[in-house]
């Protein structure tokens, strides 16, 4: 999962990385914010934007969207990215997709996110709820577009298989990292892996999409190597956003990369073939992805700037 805390600075082994000012972002305040927390409140809800600390919480919640995280709030792996728990989840809430389904109803939102924990320790990896969750949303809000951003399910394809079939509009898993520090940044996953989870959600009819963190040491060609890999997997969309440590416990941030940097990589991504590029310090796997169930819309207006003006 993409969704990372807002920290003033950063310990890394030789130095003390201050914050630049482009990852400043404002408090969350207004009803509209009020009234999601209440209703997150309300219906014992879990949301990635809590568990995992992110920055622009503030401005989602103010115009009445959440980002709902399913399966409860404790994870059964540990990333050395993450800000969610690791631990012994609790069993199994049977009721949680109705509640869901009620919340996003209430909310009276056009488009909803929804993410889990990994459940490894049970067999159908969270499958069973992650479809009844989906299948519950749209009886209760047949208007809503719906995003769901999946964990891997160990690769097996039953349990993909279960999300193909709620057939929400847009299927995330998000491949974090380049493939060389796959495995100290997602340290119970694989990228190759994750590559054919996206590949076997496409063979089975979906709108892609995917996300990587910026900033924990990799280099500029393992970033292109690693979107000209999703490319050929044929996924619809990408989001690249900085990383940003969320205890001293986890990993330290490398460097702060730039807005320039991040409009390249856009720049490049949409020459590869993708459908919709999300690039910035402060891109999060959900942030406008109301925008990323529309086909063509990030492309059309990619290729919208590149027209230049003429006055008459």
């Given at each position: 999962?993409l969704?990372?805390?807002?920290?003033?600075?950063v310990?890394?082994?030789?130095?003390?990385?201050?914050?630049?000012?482009?990852?400043?972002?404002?408090?969350?305040?207004?009803?509209?914010?009020k009234h999601v927390?209440?209703?997150?409140d309300?219906?014992?809800?879990h949301t990635?934007?809590?568990s995992?600390n992110?920055p622009n919480?503030g401005?989602?919640?103010?115009?009445?969207?959440?980002?709902f995280?399913?399966?409860?709030n404790?994870?059964?792996r540990?990333?050395?990215?993450?800000?969610?728990?690791?631990g012994?989840?609790?069993?199994?809430?049977?009721?949680?997709?109705?509640?869901?389904?009620?919340?996003?109803?209430l909310?009276?939102v056009k488009?909803?996110?929804?993410?889990s924990?990994?459940?490894?320790?049970i067999?159908?990896?969270g499958?069973i709820?992650w479809?009844?969750?989906?299948?519950?949303?749209?009886a209760?809000?047949?208007?809503?577009?719906l995003?769901?951003?999946?964990?891997?399910?160990?690769?097996?394809?039953?349990?993909?298989?279960?999300?193909?079939d709620?057939a929400?509009e847009?299927?995330?898993?998000?491949?974090?990292?380049?493939?060389?520090?796959?495995?100290?940044?997602?340290?119970?996953?694989?990228?190759?892996?994750?590559?054919?989870?996206?590949?076997?959600?496409?063979?089975?009819g979906?709108?892609t999409?995917t996300?990587?963190?910026?900033?924990?040491g990799?280099?500029?060609e393992?970033?292109?190597?690693?979107m000209?890999?999703l490319?050929?997997?044929?996924?619809?969309?990408l989001t690249?956003?900085?990383?940003?440590?969320?205890?001293?416990?986890?990993?330290?941030?490398h460097?702060f990369?730039?807005?320039?940097?991040?409009?390249?990589l856009?720049?490049?991504g949409y020459?590869?073939?993708?459908d919709y590029?999300?690039?910035g310090p402060?891109v999060?796997?959900?942030y406008?992805s109301?925008?990323?169930?529309?086909?063509g819309?990030?492309?059309?207006?990619w290729?919208?700037?590149?027209?230049?003006?003429?006055?008459?």
């Open positions: 999962m969704e990372l805390p807002v920290v003033n600075t310990d890394t082994a030789t130095t003390r990385i201050k914050k630049p000012d482009w990852l400043r972002v404002k408090l969350p305040i207004g009803e509209s914010y927390r209440g209703l997150v309300t219906h014992k809800l990635i934007c809590e995992g992110c919480m401005e989602c919640w103010g115009e009445g969207t959440a980002t995280m399913i399966l409860g404790i994870c059964t540990s990333c050395g990215f993450c800000a969610v728990a690791t012994r989840p609790d069993p199994i809430d049977w009721d949680e997709p109705q509640r869901v389904a009620e919340a996003i109803h909310m009276k488009h909803a996110v929804i993410t924990v990994d459940r490894d320790e067999r159908d990896g499958s709820i479809y009844n969750t989906i299948k519950a949303v749209k209760l809000n047949p208007g809503t577009t995003e769901t951003l999946i964990p891997d399910f160990k690769g097996q394809a039953e349990n993909i298989q279960r999300v193909i709620a929400p847009v299927v995330s898993h998000n491949i974090e990292t380049v493939e060389r520090l796959s495995k100290q940044v997602r340290i119970q996953a694989k990228f190759r892996r994750s590559i054919d989870v996206l590949r076997i959600l496409k063979e089975g979906m709108r999409k996300g990587m963190m910026l900033g924990l990799e280099t500029k393992e970033i292109i190597q690693a000209e890999d490319a050929a997997a044929h996924v619809d969309v690249l956003g900085q990383y940003l440590q969320p205890t001293a416990k986890h990993l330290p941030v460097r990369v730039h807005p320039d940097e991040f409009a390249e856009r720049e490049i020459q590869l073939g993708f590029v999300e690039s402060l999060r796997s959900s406008h109301e925008r990323h169930v529309i086909q819309y990030g492309r059309q207006k290729e919208a700037e590149k027209v230049p003006f003429i006055n008459d």
